[in-house]
């Protein structure tokens, strides 16, 4: 059974940055497509970024995009998410997610094989 662990998160001020990590067990991780989703107070979990199995980067939007960089060492089983410029709108919990069948672009939350259990990112003004 696969597994994700984040790390990572914390308060940091606005204009700062954040490097979160997740580490994968218990999957073959070249094999899978990995990414980022949030859930800020208050709303629903959103797409934040991915990265598939063959290197292919999406994200969100022009709201994360230049500011946010997704990427992954199939070494040490890892993805990771470069936070810079940070806004106190970023404020949310990042879960890691794990899709054997993702390809890129759209990514479902429902299609998602495996969730980390999320890490904090508190931006303060």
Same mark, same amino acid.
């Given at each position: 059974q696969g597994q994700l662990v984040e790390s990572g998160g914390?308060?940091?001020? @606005?204009?700062?940055? +954040?490097? +979160?990590?997740?580490?994968?067990?218990?999957?073959?991780? =070249?094999?899978?497509?990995?990414?980022?989703?949030?859930?800020?107070?208050?709303?629903?979990?959103?797409?934040?970024?991915?990265? &598939?199995?063959?290197? /292919?980067?999406?994200?969100?939007? @022009? %709201?994360?995009?230049?500011?946010? %960089?997704?990427?992954?060492?199939?070494? $040490?089983?890892?993805v990771y998410l470069q936070m810079n410029s940070l806004k106190?709108?970023?404020?949310?919990? #990042?879960?890691? @997610?794990?899709? !054997?069948?993702? #390809?890129?672009?759209?990514?479902?939350? !429902? =299609?998602?094989?495996?969730? /980390? $259990?999320? &890490?904090?990112?508190?931006?303060?003004?």
């Open positions: 914390g308060l940091v001020q @606005a204009g700062g940055s +954040l490097r +979160l990590s997740c580490a994968a067990s218990g999957l073959t991780f =070249s094999s899978y497509s990995m990414g980022w989703f949030r859930q800020a107070p208050g709303k629903e979990r959103e797409f934040v970024a991915s990265i &598939t199995k063959n290197g /292919g980067v999406s994200y969100s939007g @022009a %709201t994360v995009k230049g500011r946010l %960089t997704i990427s992954r060492d199939n070494a $040490k089983n890892t106190p709108e970023d404020t949310a919990v #990042y879960y890691c @997610a794990a899709e !054997r069948g993702y #390809y890129g672009g759209t990514w479902s939350e !429902r =299609s998602v094989d495996y969730w /980390g $259990k999320g &890490t904090l990112v508190t931006v303060s003004t």
